[in-house]
């Protein structure tokens, strides 16, 4: 079964920067929704972006709008979240997930990564 990896999580400062990649070995991007999701202790998981790689349709939530940035490499089949201007409430697990549907929602997603923790701390 095929399953995502997600790497580049770690300890940033407030106005610090991350970048989190995605692989999935032998996965193909293309046709697939590509979603970054994150979950905060104590707070259920949310979507936070997600491009259709169709279209390259990209979709933000507005707390990240304009800092955060999704991305795919094709050649080596990986995603990309470009972190910017970072805020402790940005700490949490970050997942990345593909799935057939354009959406935000979760259930619409069913190949997952593991996760990586980015905690935002001074």
């Known amino acids: 079964q095929v399953q995502l990896v997600e790497s580049g999580g770690g300890l940033a400062q407030p106005g610090g920067s991350l970048r989190l990649a995605c692989t999935g070995p032998?996965?193909?991007?293309?046709?697939?929704?590509i979603g970054w999701f994150r979950q905060a202790p104590g707070m259920e998981r949310e979507g936070i972006t997600f491009?259709?790689?169709?279209?390259?349709?990209?979709y933000y939530i507005a707390s990240v709008k304009g800092r955060f940035t999704i991305s795919t490499n094709d050649v080596m089949n990986t995603a990309y979240l470009k972190m910017t201007d970072l805020k402790p409430e940005d700490t949490a697990t970050y997942y990345c997930?593909?799935?057939?549907?354009?959406?935000?929602?979760?259930?619409?997603?069913?190949?997952w990564g593991q996760g990586t923790q980015v905690t935002v701390s001074s």
């Open positions: 032998g996965f193909s991007w293309g046709n697939h929704v």
């Open positions: 491009m259709n790689t169709q279209d390259d349709d990209i």
């Open positions: 997930a593909t799935g057939p549907v354009p959406t935000i929602l979760e259930n619409y997603y069913a190949t």
